[in-house]
């Protein structure tokens, strides 16, 4: 029988690959028309920010804050497989919010400097609620491939 995981042995895995890769798509939807976008996030612990000048997926996280991000190692063949989809809820910051200030904080962290942010940017918060993890690495070791952390 496969094992499962513990809570803190996901997280770990989980905050690991979120930490080692650093572009993401995120999907978003205005009514019945979702939008897929390729773009950098920057982490802290499994909450993703994303740095953007604008556009669809603004508007329509405006419209509809639920949002969906995978995330996935390079594909070395199907023992290779690692990813992750995250769904959660999104907020724009502005400069001078709380949420910009944490964005520009995990941005600084990831680059190990101290930066300033273009003044027409945003930062997009994707808090999370729930994240599926994918490690077809796992089953080798007699663990389930398939998790699921229900933040």
């Known amino acids: 029988?496969?094992?499962?995981?513990?809570?803190?042995?996901?997280?770990?895995?989980?905050?690991?690959?979120?930490?080692?890769?650093?572009?993401?798509?995120?999907?978003?939807?205005s009514g019945d028309v979702p939008r897929a976008s390729t773009v950098e996030y920057f982490p802290m612990a499994a909450t993703i920010y994303i740095l953007?000048?604008?556009?669809?997926?603004?508007?329509?996280?405006?419209?509809?804050?639920?949002?969906?991000?995978a995330i996935h190692a390079p594909f070395a063949g199907w023992q290779t497989v690692r990813g992750i989809q995250m769904t959660g809820i999104a907020e724009i910051g502005r400069r001078g919010s709380i949420v910009y200030e944490e964005g520009v904080a995990a941005f600084n962290k990831r680059r190990g400097r101290i930066g300033t942010v273009p003044d027409i940017m945003n930062i997009i918060k994707v808090t999370p609620h729930k994240i599926e993890y994918l490690d077809a690495a796992l089953g080798e070791k007699g663990f389930k491939v398939r998790h699921v952390l229900v933040c």
């Not at 953007?52 to 991000?69: A, D, F, L, Q």
Request: a negative charge; one cysteine or more.
């Open 1 to 29: 029988m496969e094992k499962e995981l513990n809570k803190e042995e996901l997280e770990h895995l989980i905050v690991d690959l979120l930490h080692e890769q650093s572009l993401c798509v995120i999907a978003t939807c």
């Open 52 to 69: 953007t000048e604008g556009g669809v997926k603004i508007e329509n996280i405006i419209r509809n804050p639920n949002v969906s991000i």
